[in-house]
């Protein structure tokens, strides 16, 4: 992956993995080596993939979201054989009686960042600098697209067996809860085809830029171990802000489940914040779902989905993965503001704390 039209380079597929970090910090790398190698060595005998804004394509070009649907343990434990996403382009193509010229990531962060550019690459077609989440949230339908009237159906899903399942939905949220059962029968993960529109529909709808920033983050995530120079530097990409820094003083696992959140037995961390001068520092408690959807200073919410929340390991200067947490670890809490769609009404109903079972305000919208 290059810059518009430039040439792939290791640099920059490190950048975009590193990048995935931040957007996403929820488990380790184990389901994305073996990705990783697989795309490397792809665009390294298929050459470079161009990446363009959906606007500088002719609005008539038929283009498709891109993503792994699923488990990323299951990913692990199964990998791809390694056609499965430009197959189920291939077959929502037949489905939809339209070649697509143009694919895009339907969540520029984790693998789902990735596998679109192995798409591209097989499919000899343009990557678009685009996405519908400009993150990642938990359902297919969780996306600008849909805020925007397009549906995410007609869809495919190819499994690591090779076989594809075709999907019409009535409604958008439909999409997610009959795509799930068939990921379950296929594996426990999916190559998704989804969101088939025109670049001019795109344009106005889709969250532009997102993956040419994944990877400026992931080059700036590697070029320093500084916490301090991390945070400044990301905060001039991202708009990020910290919040806080201090030590991880316990960790919980609510035994009561939930039925709103995902996964249904939530989580917490409480990190004391270290004193400034003579002002005391503040107990902060992290919400933990499938990542942190909540911040909590002194019993007050301070920042909530979809703002991405993450931890930063101070010692180390790089961001922290949920299950890689320790009692007396030093942290940055760092938000960084999501797509501003996210914070109109019908976002914040589709994404925001309620969601998670936080019946509270967002703190923007105070």
């Known amino acids: 992956m290059g810059r518009d039209r430039g040439r792939p380079h290791r640099r920059g597929r490190a950048g975009a993995v590193r990048g995935s970090h931040l957007l996403l910090p929820a488990v380790g790398d184990a389901s994305k080596s073996s990705l990783v190698d697989w795309l490397t060595e792809l665009l390294e005998r298929n050459g470079p993939v161009p990446v363009q804004r959906p606007g500088t394509l002719d609005p008539e070009t038929a283009c498709v979201a891109v993503c792994v649907m699923g488990s990323g343990s299951a990913l692990a434990d199964l990998p791809p054989a390694g056609d499965e996403f430009a197959t189920a382009v291939e077959h929502l193509a037949q489905v939809c009686g339209r070649r697509f010229g143009a694919v895009y990531p339907l969540a520029a ?61 009535a409604a958008a949220w439909r999409a997610d809860g009959l795509a799930r059962p068939s990921v379950d029968v296929l594996g426990g993960w999916a190559a998704l085809a989804a969101y088939p529109s025109s670049a001019g529909r795109l344009a106005r709808v889709a969250l532009p830029g997102t993956v040419s920033r994944l990877v400026n983050v992931g080059r700036l995530l590697l070029s320093t171990t500084d916490a301090d120079v991390l945070l400044t530097r990301l905060a001039a990409i991202t708009g990020s802000r910290r919040v806080g820094r201090g030590r991880i003083v316990e960790l919980e696992h609510l035994s009561r489940p939930s039925d709103v959140t995902v996964p249904a037995h939530p989580s917490s961390v409480v990190v004391d914040e270290l004193p400034d001068g003579d002002a005391p520092g503040r107990l902060f408690r992290l919400e933990l779902r499938s990542e942190i959807v909540a911040v909590f200073a002194d019993g007050a919410l301070l920042a909530a989905t979809p703002d991405l929340i993450c931890l930063v390991d101070v010692l180390r200067g790089r961001v922290s993965t949920l299950d890689s947490l320790e009692p007396g670890d030093l942290v940055d809490i760092l938000v960084t503001p999501a797509d501003a769609v996210w914070y109109s009404p019908e976002g914040l109903a589709m994404v925001g704390p309620a969601t998670h079972g936080i019946p509270l305000d967002h703190p923007r919208r105070r």
């Open 109 to 169: 962060a984790t693998v789902s960042a990735l596998v679109p550019v192995a798409a591209a690459a097989q499919l000899s077609v343009p990557l678009l600098d685009a996405d519908g989440m400009g993150r990642t949230f938990a359902l297919i339908h969780h996306t600008a697209m849909t805020l925007g009237g397009l549906s995410p159906a007609p869809l495919v899903l190819c499994g690591a067996t090779g076989e594809t399942v075709a999907i019409g939905a």
